[in-house]
């Protein structure tokens, strides 16, 4: 399965961005699915998580993130408002083992190819 993620850029801070991933054949109602960010220099961490317990967001993007699915379309966005310059990072998306899987990275087993996310004045 190769996940397919668009969406990113550059923004000044306190601007908007929509980040989407299409993750095709599997049964994309079944799997949850999260994203991740990596900065330079820095571990990949996870941003959100979407499963069937409900959505996840870690501490710093509480608030101003917000992910969604759209089955019909076996798309996940994910919709960040107030940008600042420390959410720069380049973002994946990836797909869990099962449809509870949660914010482990380890427990995700196909990742798309991530996309440049650049908040610069």
């Known amino acids: 399965v190769q996940l397919q993620a668009s969406g990113g850029g550059l923004v000044q801070p306190g601007g908007s961005l929509r980040l989407s991933c299409v993750a095709p054949?599997?049964?994309?109602?079944?799997?949850?699915m999260g994203w991740f960010r990596q900065a330079p220099g820095k571990e990949r961490e996870s941003v959100a998580v979407?499963?069937?317990?409900?959505?996840f967001y870690a501490d710093p993007v509480q608030g101003r993130f917000n992910i969604s699915r759209d089955n019909a379309k076996n798309t996940v966005y994910l919709q960040m408002n107030s940008l600042k310059p420390e959410d720069t990072a380049v973002y994946y998306c990836?797909?869990?083992?099962?449809?509870?899987?949660?914010?482990?990275?380890?427990?995700?087993?196909?990742w798309g190819q991530g996309t440049q996310v650049t908040v610069s004045s």
């Open positions: 990836a797909q869990g083992a099962s449809p509870y899987t949660t914010r482990d990275a380890r427990s995700y087993k196909y």
């Open positions: 054949g599997r049964t994309f109602r079944n799997y949850a």
């Open positions: 979407v499963n069937w317990s409900g959505k």
